[in-house]
């Protein structure tokens, strides 16, 4: 198998060029043109991680990079809804075609609570199997993230095939979907987050019997739980976690928009009305929500189990809340004489991040020794350990391997020693050749 640029293909059928715009050498941000003669596609249009912390011209440039892009696509498959693949499709023109599962198609509607709807001005198609786009036929496989909905792309052009994993686990609730990859690939665009990071990634089944432990060991605490709203998986853990300890579970009004979402194609998921689960509206939190969109939260109202925040400081050890930073100062007040437990359910790089949120947080724990003495880690990754890759890559079978949402490309060659890796570079367009 030889790799060569564009300029020596000669059938149709040979003529498919990748290029990488970003993601070979960084972690989130992934953007992948795959292109015939008359077709371009692209794969996830994402927002790279550190975007926020760019200087004001480097964003601009970000920005027209996307723009770029998505010009004269002839779609946009999204592997799932984490801003790190598709929060640059603002960029994208108006009525570009975008095809994603119907998960990823709700939930990135969520990016218009606070702010912009990123995909309303788009033509979002929601992918069931698959779809024929010009020269690709495209197949979707569902895959286990820490994103529902979160799916693989099989890209077909007469007898090549290329995989896109997205990003992919096998220690989640649906681990296994893997199996049902296709196998026998020419290339395999494969994700290696965790490559640099050793060890095996505790299960979500390990993190909910780990918030059974945590409750049942401070019984008397109000336990705040800081995790992203969107880890469906992780919010449906420490509900069974509440089951099992008798909590109930209190969700912010934002939280329990995603849940409202997620039920539209997930009813057994916990969502308003469920027994045990409830909503608290924090003051300065729901203005800004209303602020956007009133009748919105008047949605969420209707029907709800409304969990009375000064309940907190009387009943601390009837409640679990999904809880983050930026709650913290509406919470404040009524956490002031409660005995308080916070875990860490997230990455642990947020809390180095330089947001007023997590200062403020910061300097509240600073003013609670025993509480920041004693804060527990319970969380797992959304990606694939190294022992779980290698596993993957039994299972495809590949001919060859891109890596890709990674920092440690270097580390794919060592770890798959049968299997050619081609170590590539962003913005340099690479042709498929025949196999
Ligand atoms: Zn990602
Ligand atoms: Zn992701």
């Known amino acids: 198998m ?25 972690i989130g941000g992934n953007c992948v043109e795959l292109a015939t003669a008359n077709t371009k596609i692209l794969v996830d249009c994402g927002l790279p991680l550190d975007f926020e912390e760019q200087p004001a011209e480097v964003q601009e440039k970000i920005l027209e990079d996307a723009k770029e892009w998505t010009r004269d696509c002839d779609a946009i498959f999204l592997s799932h809804y984490h801003g ?12 570009a075609k975008v095809y994603a599962t119907k998960e990823t198609a709700n939930l990135m509607k969520v990016s218009g609570v606070f702010g912009e ?30 994103a529902l909905g979160a799916c693989a792309f099989l890209f077909e052009v007469g007898d090549k095939r290329i995989l896109y994993s997205g990003d992919i686990r096998l220690h989640g609730k649906k681990g296994v979907l893997y199996k049902n990859l296709p196998q026998n690939v020419d290339y395999l665009f494969l994700e290696g987050t965790n490559l640099g990071r050793s060890g095996r990634r505790k ?14 060991s401070n019984p008397d605490s109000l336990h705040l739980v800081w995790c992203s709203s969107q880890n469906i998986d992780r919010i449906v853990d420490l509900y069974r976690a509440c089951g099992k300890t008798n909590r109930i579970l209190g969700v912010d009004p934002y939280t329990a928009y995603i849940l409202e979402l997620v039920n539209q194609t997930h009813p057994s ?13 924090p003051w300065y939190f729901t203005k800004r929500m209303i602020e956007k969109d009133k009748q919105l939260v008047y949605a969420l109202r209707k029907g709800a189990t409304k969990l009375e925040q000064n309940d907190l400081q009387v009943n601390p050890s009837k409640y679990v809340l999904v809880f983050r930073p930026k709650l913290l100062a509406d919470l404040k ?13 997230i990455w642990a790089q947020y809390w180095e991040q330089d947001k007023p949120e997590i200062n403020s947080m910061k300097a509240w724990l600073a003013e609670k020794p025993e509480l920041r003495k004693k804060l527990p880690d319970i969380h797992t990754s959304g990606h694939a ?5 290698q596993q993957i890559v039994e299972h495809i079978q590949p001919k060859l391997i891109v890596p890709i949402h990674t920092e440690h490309s270097e580390d794919f060659g060592p770890l798959f020693p049968k299997v050619e ?12 050749d025949a196999v």
Do not use: W
């Open 203 to 216: 299960t979500e089944k390990d993190v909910e019997n780990a918030f059974v432990e945590q409750i049942s």
């Open 269 to 281: 998921i916990p969502n308003k009305g469920y027994t045990g689960f409830q909503i608290y509206f």
């Open 84 to 95: 790190d693949h598709y929060g640059l499709l603002r960029e994208a023109p108006e009525g």
């Open 421 to 432: 890796v081609l170590e590539v570079t962003d913005e340099v367009q690479y042709s498929i």
């Open 333 to 345: 007040n009524h956490l002031a004489d409660t005995k308080v437990c916070l875990t860490n359910s």
């Open 385 to 389: 350990d190294v022992a779980s890759l």
């Open 117 to 146: 709807d990123l995909t309303k001005h788009l033509d979002v198609q929601p992918v069931a199997d698959t779809v024929t786009v010009k020269d690709f036929r495209v197949t979707k496989y569902d895959v286990d993230h820490s």
């Open 2 to 26: 030889s790799l060569f640029l564009s300029k020596h293909m000669n059938s149709p059928q040979n003529n498919i060029t990748f290029t990488i715009h970003r993601g070979s050498h960084q």
